[in-house]
């Protein structure tokens, strides 16, 4: 990959083609190598999923820099994924999940792709 653009449009397609039923996404193209997607999907069982990665592009290799991507179902949260380095002690650091009792837990990094 050598353009954050091509990243993007593999993200507009993995929506275009996933069970959502309707998207508000926003993609911010920052220079070539950098930029952003935040959004939400929501699916027929009135369940949603809110997401945002903020990505670097380096020697052609996406890396992300922040994610986060959270399932709400009757307003609840069911899941949350992100790697906000605020959990030292998880040996996933910076990587983790927070489950629907609140409870945070060790999980490896995830790709909008595996959420859905």
């Not at 993007?8 to 950098?34: E, G, K, M, P």
């Not at 903020?54 to 609840?76: A, C, M």
Request: glycine content about 2%.
């Amino acid at each position: 990959m050598n353009d954050i653009t091509r990243y993007f449009d593999r993200i507009d397609s993995l929506i275009r083609h996933s069970f959502c039923v309707n998207d508000q996404v926003t993609y911010q193209l920052w220079t070539q190598s950098a930029g952003a997607i935040e959004g939400v999907l929501h699916f027929y069982d009135s369940s949603r999923l809110e997401f945002t990665e903020i990505v670097r592009l380096t020697e052609r290799k996406l890396y992300k820099q922040r994610y986060r991507y959270q399932y709400v179902l009757h307003d609840q949260q069911r899941f949350r994924y992100d790697n906000a380095p605020h959990h030292l002690h998880l040996s996933t650091f910076p990587h983790h999940k927070h489950d629907e009792r609140g409870q945070i837990v060790a999980a490896e990094e995830v790709s909008l792709a595996e959420v859905l």
